[in-house]
Each structure stands twice: as C-alpha cells, then as structure tokens.
C-alpha cells in the first residue's frame, strides 16, 4: 500500500557502523532502503548516536565524525534510492524523483562534546534535530533516566541558543523534567520532542505529561510517537498505541503530533510491528478508527514535514 510516512526518529546509521554487513540498502533491522520504497513517499530522520557510557578511546566527538561519514556513504553508495536532504525543497524533490528522503539529527550533546562551538560543524552536515542528552546527565543537562533533578546548566544555555542560532531545533525527548522547562522558559522558537510519548497513558520518565506536550505544541514544535513497546505500554496491540496518539490529539495536537518509531533504536516494538514494512497496518487502524484522509496526511507527513523549511 503505497502512503506516507515521515519519521522522525531512527538509530539505523549507528546500526550499520556497528555491523558493517548491514548496509542501509537491505539490512535484517527495521529500516532499509529496499522496504521503504515500498512506502508510497518516504522521509527519515536518521539520529547520529552513540552511548556516552561507551565513549570510544578518542572520544564523542571522533565518534560522531565516523557516524556522519558511514551515513555520507550510504548516501552515495544509494544515490538513485535516496537523497541527503536539508531543506524541505530538497524532501520534495526527492520525493517527486521517487527516492527516500534521508535528514540527519544528533543523539546526545555529547557527540559535540557539549560544545557550542561545534553546533556549527552539525549545522554544515545538515542537522535538523539535536537532543540536548541520552540517557546520561551531561555538562548541558540531567537526563530523564540520570540525574533527573538537573536542569540546564549555563553550559547547556549557551549550547541551546547556538542551536536556535544555526537553525537545529532542540529536541527533549531523553531530557530531564527540569531541564525540559529551563529549555520552553528561553527557547524563542519551536520545540521538539522527537520520539515521546503520553506520560498520561504510560508513567515512563521518557515520555511527556500533559503540560509539556500543550508547551511543545504551543511553541509550534511536533512530538513523534515512539513504537518502543516499554513507552507504550504493556501488551502487544495497535490499540495501545493508538491510545497515545488520541489523547495527544485530544490535547489540540492536530498539527503536532507525528511519529518517531525510534527504529532500530530498541528491541520490541508495540502493536506486533516488526519494522518499516507496517507502517501501513498503524495507517490502516487510524483509518479505521475513523481518521479523515486530511488528518492521517498531517500525521504521518505534513506535521512533521513543515518543520523542515
């Protein structure tokens, strides 16, 4: 069935360098080239990541250079399936010559050394999305797993306004509750949250209360549904997900709301979803369930797309 989909969230690249036989072409994960030209249009956000608990011997930083050069490759050893893309005119593009749109984000401040003088190096590589943490606490902010009483630091501010300067949203899924606010009190423009669920619906620290989703959506941001079945919730059906979704729209999320599967990035995924290739099950519940075709292209693409400009 050919649809929609724009993700916001995916750890697929840090996959294939760290299994050099899974290249993004064909690969036994959740995302591949080869699925998803089955989509009908197809745009992916692929995070650099790597865990600071890991740090290799020459560092986050070198990490994140090898991260952004094996996606380089991908890019280049694929050109007639998929297109680096950094604008919203370049997704279009790539979407009208029938190839995947790739974007990159940032998992971890830590992959820049926290540094705001290396925001401008992500920035030429294209990032559009930057997670101030992971699941460590940093020299920017404590995260949402480690040292969740800390907010942002100075460090962290001066991190967050370069950000806002090279045009990279800041991105709170991971980030500690105090440091989400310290972020929406200075931010001057979007907020996102890329791959967060309902906190409401799941109590899992990784997702988002009420009053934080109603921020990001009022700060013109998007917050992308996590597939991760833990942040869902327990059992294995469509209707657990749905239910995030739901009450998120039931928030005013209409224009808000868009998915960030974290693929690749966990291991059991909600709703007895196996990877890429049901997306379109997820599209035909909604579907089901009611949803307008107008709604489910704001869902599954024109949310997340307008951020891109």
Known sequence: MGIPYFDAHCDTIARCLALPDQG???NTGHVDLVRGTQLGRYAQIFALYHSPGAAPPDGMLAQCKRLYHRFAQEM????GLVQHCR???????????????ALLS?????????????VALAAGWGVK???????YGNAVSGSNSRESDRGLSPQG?????????????????HLSDPGFWDLCRMARGPVVASHSNSRAICPHPRNLTDDQFQAIRDSGGVVGINFYRPFVGDGDSLELLTAHIE???????????????????????AGGLQGLQDIPLLYEALKGRGYPASLLEDLFWNNLRRMIR
């Not at 280049?76 to 050109?79: K, L």
């Not at 370049?90 to 010559?97: C, G």
């Not at 999305?129 to 699941?135: D, E, G, H, I, K």
């Not at 009450?247 to 995924?269: A, P, Q, R, W």
């Open 24 to 26: 993004l072409q064909e």
């Open 76 to 79: 280049d050893e694929n050109a």
């Open 87 to 101: 604008t919203g005119a370049d997704i279009d593009q790539a979407v009208a010559q029938g190839k995947m749109a």
């Open 106 to 118: 940032i998992e971890g401040a830590d992959l820049l050394d926290c540094d705001p003088a290396q």
């Open 129 to 135: 999305f930057l997670n101030l943490t992971w699941n």
């Open 157 to 173: 501010r001066d991190f967050v306004r370069e950000l806002e300067r090279c045009g990279i949203y800041p991105d709170v899924s």
């Open 247 to 269: 009450h998120f729209l039931n928030l005013g999320g209409e224009k808000t709301v868009c998915f960030g599967g974290d693929l690749d990035g966990c291991d059991v995924l």
